[in-house]
């Protein structure tokens, strides 16, 4: 099997890294830009996300759950979650680097490898983490 993954996003944000964190751990600001997801701010926490879009044939939903395995308060979310239906988790490190008083959030997920259909696994969660990304920058712009 030829490996594939991970899957790596990135942004700049030019905000400091101390303003950046809350948008990643507070309920209250996450919800502005992911509020599908759901964490307890704790390693060991649970992880949950459900998302549906569109209608009909075109409808698209997403469902997934674990355990947070890092909580780096200021720094790093990372935890391992299963989408329903699958036998297989897959990783995510959410990391926060300062960079001259802004922010470099890069996102991690790595365990595509032991999906049959790896390649579209792949296709599909970079194109979310881009999307969620955005959202972010979005956010913490308009906070100014």
Do not use: K, N
């Not at 990643?24 to 307890?40: G, K, N, T, V, Y």
């Not at 792949?122 to 308009?142: H, Q």
């Amino acid at each position: 099997m030829i490996p594939v993954g991970p899957v790596t996003a990135r942004r700049h944000l030019e905000s400091p890294r101390e303003s950046v964190w809350p948008w990643l751990a507070d309920p209250e600001q996450r919800a502005s830009w992911w509020p599908d997801l759901e964490i307890e701010p704790r390693v060991g926490g649970r992880v949950a996300e459900y998302w549906a879009e569109g209608e009909g044939e075109d409808r698209v939903e997403r469902a997934a759950s674990g355990d947070v395995d890092v909580w780096i308060v200021g720094h790093a979310i990372g935890f391992r979650w299963t989408a329903a239906g699958d036998d297989t988790a897959t990783s995510v490190l959410i990391s926060l680097l300062s960079d001259s008083g802004e922010t470099i959030v890069t996102v991690s997920e790595t365990g595509f490898d032991a999906f049959p259909d790896a390649a579209h696994r792949v296709r599909a969660s970079a194109e979310g983490w881009d999307v969620l990304l955005d959202d972010l920058v979005a956010a913490v712009s308009a906070d100014g």
